[in-house]
């Protein structure tokens, strides 16, 4: 489903919301209970209704992965909740870990995109010194 919505920040942005950790007295398995009050706080949207459009996108997402248009990944309640299945809680979070946590090793592994970062001691200046670019009038550089 990720790969569905990646390139929409506020889709992805909600769609990572779901791997958020609940105080463990809020839920009921199999079941994980988010508060939508939460959510928008969360997420900055403006108001319900953005987010209610996010939640039928992901909706629709899901229906079509699952190739099944009655299929319904949330289920909500009159408190203001919306519940998730807690292997889908897990799923998502698991891609989210996968994306943003990093392990004990990254210092070990090569840079993404093939960026190398230079290493400075704590005394060197960060800026260093500045590129010289050639000028007109200062044949020199």
Same mark, same amino acid.
């Given at each position: 489903?990720?790969?569905?919505?990646?390139?929409?920040?506020?889709?992805?942005?909600?769609?990572?919301? %779901?791997?958020?950790?609940?105080?463990a007295?809020?839920? !009921?398995?199999?079941l994980?209970? &988010?508060?939508?009050?939460?959510? &928008?706080?969360?997420?900055?949207?403006?108001?319900?209704?953005?987010?209610?459009?996010?939640?039928? !996108?992901?909706?629709?997402?899901?229906q079509t992965?699952?190739?099944?248009?009655?299929?319904?990944?949330?289920?909500?309640?009159?408190?203001?909740?919306?519940?998730?299945?807690?292997?889908?809680?897990?799923?998502?979070?698991?891609?989210?870990e996968?994306?943003?946590?990093?392990?004990?090793n990254?210092?070990?592994?090569?840079?993404?995109l093939?960026?190398?970062?230079?290493?400075l001691?704590?005394?060197?200046?960060?800026?260093?010194?500045?590129?010289?670019?050639?000028?007109?009038?200062?044949?020199? %550089?």
């Open positions: 489903m990720f790969e569905l919505i990646k390139d929409n920040f506020v889709l992805s942005q909600v769609f990572f919301e %779901l791997a958020r950790e609940t105080p007295g809020r839920r !009921a398995p199999p994980h209970a &988010l508060n939508i009050a939460d959510l &928008l706080s969360h997420t900055r949207l403006s108001d319900g209704d953005r987010l209610a459009d996010c939640f039928t !996108a992901i909706n629709q997402i899901f992965v699952r190739n099944d248009p009655e299929a319904a990944l949330f289920g909500f309640d009159q408190y203001g909740h919306v519940y998730i299945h807690e292997s889908t809680h897990h799923s998502v979070r698991r891609v989210w996968q994306l943003f946590v990093t392990d004990q990254s210092a070990n592994r090569p840079a993404p093939g960026i190398t970062l230079p290493r001691s704590p005394g060197e200046d960060i800026a260093g010194d500045p590129p010289a670019f050639p000028r007109p009038g200062n044949p020199s %550089l």
